[in-house]
């Protein structure tokens, strides 16, 4: 008889894979690798056939005792078909039978969730989520994602999914920059965060270099520049001058991690760019509160691993500014307990749940 069965994380900059047994939060053997998203999603196949033979010797396990594969994966599935819907990140993964790939080129069966849902499931069985019923999991990554578990099961809507909170439109909510897209994922995500803040950088480069070509100078303060550009010109490099020096005057070198720093140290740009994410985020939690009054609420992924003071405070005040007034409250708003690896948990318990028949999701 089979004990084993093997989680695989698919997300937008990593790739992570354990073998468990889906008792508890313990895995008997670990790997993680990146992703390099400009690669698609054949590269990220291939890795996950490299790295399969490697977790099992080092878990000292025999292909033979393992009962199948549980994957959890960074965007829409539909769980029913094992197909992958879309990736908001990697390309390559569009009405892809990632189920039936893992059947005919690993050799097992395989079932297929999306990583918030997995998240989810995870953090109610093992970590934050004790206890607590219903459980609303947010990943605020490299993207956002949502995932409910009630009465102990993921929920799934009508069947390819629920609690898509990172589509949501705020719509007007005061942001200090009107840069990026509409949704709470361009604003508050990891990729969000970055790209806004490259682009904040680049508009002043080109109103910069525009205004040097046609006034002769960058100088606010000269007369001939027009008042419309003065404007814009007369906070000049320092808005970013933190946040572009420890990117080494590089802008494709600016990430999310390095905004964190930057709005430590008091930039303006990285702080309003924080602003606007903890902002956006707050709203749509409200928004899931007012619909489903889930009994608690916890947030993990890359972007919330900066902390209660950048993030954690600021979206629990913005979520009681919007929130429904009755269930204001209810719901407390903690940290993942399982850290950067609460995905695969959530893998490995649903492919026991699935594989070694000790519980139904």
Known sequence: MSHYVIGIEIGGTKLQLALGQGTAAIFQGFWRGQVEAASGAAAIRE??????????????????????????????????RGVTLVSHQVGGWQDFPLV????????????????????????????AGQGFDPCMYLTIGSGIGGGLVTGGRIFRGSGSGALEIGHLRPGQLPQHLPLGGETVEAIGSGFGITERARLAIQDYRATAAYVQSQFGSTNPQ?????????????????????????????????????????????????????????????????????????????????????????????????????????FRGIAEIVPSQLGEEVVVHGAVAVAAAEFLNRRTT
């Open 47 to 80: 890795r996950i056939r490299q790295a399969i033979p490697e977790l099992l010797q080092q878990s000292n396990v025999s292909r033979d005792d393992v009962a199948g594969i549980g994957i959890a994966f960074g965007g829409p599935v539909d769980t029913d």
């Open 100 to 127: 039936d790939w893992v059947r005919s080129e690993l050799g097992w069966a395989a079932t297929l969730q999306n990583d918030a849902d997995s998240a989810a499931l995870a953090e109610f069985r093992y970590g």
């Open 222 to 326: 000269a007369t001939s520049v027009d008042p419309v550009f003065q404007s814009r010109l007369e906070p000049g490099r320092r808005r970013f001058a933190t946040l572009l020096d420890l990117a080494g005057g590089d802008v494709d070198r600016i990430n999310t991690t390095l905004v964190a720093q930057a709005a430590a140290a008091g930039d303006p740009l990285s702080l309003g760019l924080l602003a606007d994410a903890t902002h956006a985020i707050g709203w749509a939690i409200s928004q899931a509160i007012t619909l489903i009054n889930p009994a608690r609420i916890v947030i993990g992924g890359g972007v919330s691993l900066m902390g209660e003071e950048l993030f954690f405070a600021p979206v629990r005040r913005a979520c009681e500014h919007f929130v429904f007034p009755p």
